[in-house]
Every structure is written in structure tokens, then in C-alpha cells.
């Protein structure tokens, strides 16, 4: 997808050890997301940033961290990953909310799929 | 939880004809939108309606928004194969119109 790239694109991992997952974006986008699909349960928001080193949390955020150090990085980190984080992982951006009352459409990445054995 | 809920869960139908999707939703939004994802790729944007617009069109794509009902209806017109996608709705809400909530998704299969 244009303006965004995730990596890696796919990951086997063992249970408890720490995964680091990028999210890379050309666009200059204010605000960032980290969201994980899994079947039965469509996309769910894991953590979003709203600027540099600004970030809060999703609906399951619960083992995962993220950080923010540049514009054009968000990092999703499972730190001690477990069974039940193997899911399909998106990061998506979109535009300044200042510009745009109503919001606007987000840009996903290709996914990240993560298996934990 | 999931906010917008699609239905039906899928639905096949055969090339040229229409297919109708439906999202009912919670709580008051900012805006509705609509995805498409293909097997194994990420989301689409597809097209978004505010809160204070009742229908929209985009190419062959047709959505309206009731918000007294809390639904939104997503019409894609004479059907191709290459249609054949997930859909899903999103929605913002107020005064957090940046954070989209997703529903589950309609599997949309168009045969040849």
C-alpha cells in the first residue's frame, strides 16, 4: 500500500519471547494504529498514537506496548508473547483531525502476520 | 466490543446483480465508513458519510445512513467478480472522530 509499510510480513515466534513489529508511513500523518485481526472478531484497536512520543490505548491492550519516536515510525512490541496474540497484526494512518471535523478514511498497511508457537 | 455490526455475516450472489450490505451501530457517531478487503491484503477505504448526510455515492457504490435507527446500508451495482471481498463499516465517534471502531465484516462472494 502506497505511503505505508509494515515488517515483518510474516513471524514465527516462541512463546515468551519479545516481538517487535514496525509500521513505516511517507505520508506525514499525525495519527497512527496498531490493530489486530483474528477470525469472529474483526479488527480491534491494540494502541494508536496522536503525535511523537504521544500514544494511548486500544480496546486490547493488554501484553503490548508501542512507541513513537519519530513521525514516521510506530512500533508494536509484544513483550513476552503468548499463544493468544498469533493474530494478523494492521497499522494504519490517516490525517490530522484538526483538518477535518468529520475525520477521515485510514491508509492500512499489507499486515503482519504473527504466529506464537 | 464491537460497535458497527454487519449483516448478512455473507453473502454470494452472481455477477450484474446488486449486492446490499447493512451495519447497525451503538452508540452516536461522528462519521460511517466503509472498507473492502481482499484474501490476505489489508483494508480499502471505500467511502465515508458524516453524521449530518443521509446518502452518498461513489462510482458503483451507494450508501445511506439513518442515524435515528443507528444503520447504515452499503449498495454495490451490477456486481463483477473482482467485487468478491470482506466489507466492513467503521465508525467514529463523537469527539473521537479519529478512532474508528470495526465491525466484523460480510463476506461478499460474486460467481461468474
Known amino acids: 500500500d502506497a505511503g505505508i509499510t509494515q515488517s515483518p510480513r510474516h513471524k514465527v515466534t516462541e512463546t515468551g519471547t519479545p516481538v517487535t513489529l514496525r509500521c513505516h508511513q511517507t505520508?506525514?500523518?499525525?495519527?497512527m494504529y496498531w490493530y489486530r485481526q483474528d477470525p469472529g472478531h474483526g479488527l480491534r484497536l491494540i494502541h494508536y498514537?496522536?503525535?511523537?512520543?504521544?500514544?494511548d490505548k486500544g480496546e486490547v491492550s493488554d501484553g503490548y506496548s508501542v512507541s513513537r519516536s519519530k513521525t514516521e515510525d510506530f512500533l508494536l512490541t509484544l513483550e513476552s508473547a503468548t499463544s493468544s496474540q498469533t493474530s494478523v497484526y494492521f497499522c494504519?494512518?490517516?490525517?490530522?483531525?484538526?483538518?477535518?471535523?468529520f475525520g477521515y478514511g485510514y491508509t492500512f498497511g499489507s499486515g503482519t502476520r504473527l504466529t506464537v508457537v | 466490543s464491537q460497535q458497527g455490526e454487519e449483516d448478512p455475516q455473507a453473502l454470494s450472489i452472481q455477477e450484474g446483480e446488486n449486492a446490499t450490505m447493512n451495519c447497525s451501530y451503538k452508540?452516536?457517531?461522528?462519521?460511517l465508513q466503509w472498507y473492502r478487503q481482499n484474501s490476505g491484503r489489508g483494508l480499502v477505504h471505500l467511502i465515508l458519510?458524516?453524521?449530518?448526510?443521509r446518502e452518498k455515492h461513489s462510482g458503483r457504490l451507494r450508501v445511506t445512513l439513518d442515524t435515528s435507527k443507528k444503520s447504515s446500508s452499503l449498495l454495490i451495482t451490477a456486481s463483477r467478480a473482482a467485487d468478491t471481498a470482506s466489507y466492513f463499516c467503521a465508525t467514529g465517534g463523537e469527539g473521537s472522530n479519529y478512532k474508528l471502531t470495526f465491525g466484523k465484516g460480510t463476506l461478499l462472494t460474486v460467481n461468474p
Open positions: 458519510i458524516r453524521s449530518n448526510e
Open positions: 494504519a494512518i490517516s490525517e490530522s483531525v484538526g483538518q477535518g471535523f
Open positions: 498514537s496522536y503525535g511523537v512520543k504521544d500514544t
Open positions: 505520508e506525514n500523518h499525525r495519527y
Open positions: 452508540t452516536s457517531i461522528n462519521n
